[in-house]
């Protein structure tokens, strides 16, 4: 078992940059790939990105590449979602959630956050 608890989230405008950050508590944390997901009012949650175990790998849908980095801190139990040059189609609610291997699909997460807000404005 692992609890998230994602935090960061807020109202930036158009071409700003924001930081989310994802804790995790419970069982080991190097134990688990991370990813960050996002779900807008009236669409289905998206992939947004994954990162491996160790760091070392990583993956972004294309909407995102160059703009976001994933990153994680193992000593602190923290996967961090760095959103650069934000743009008003990234407004969402961002999740972050816990699984054994780095996945675009939902399937492949067992854990979950709560999420947090990122609005974006023109």
């Known amino acids: 078992q692992v609890q998230l608890v994602e935090s960061g989230g807020g109202l930036v405008q158009s071409g700003e940059s924001l930081r989310l950050s994802c804790a995790a508590s419970?069982?080991?944390?190097?134990?688990?790939?991370m990813g960050w997901f996002r779900q807008a009012p009236g669409k289905e949650r998206e992939f947004v990105g994954a990162i491996s175990r160790g760091g070392g790998r990583t993956d972004y849908v294309d909407s995102v590449k160059g703009r976001f980095t994933i990153s994680r801190d193992n000593a602190k139990n923290t996967v961090y979602l760095q959103m650069n040059t934000l743009k008003p189609e990234d407004t969402a609610v961002y999740y972050c959630?816990?699984?054994?291997?780095?996945?675009?699909?939902?399937?492949?997460?067992?854990?979950w956050g709560q999420g947090t807000q990122v609005t974006v404005s023109s």
């Open positions: 959630a816990a699984g054994w291997q780095p996945s675009r699909i939902l399937e492949g997460y067992a854990y």
């Open positions: 419970g069982r080991t944390f190097t134990t688990y790939a």
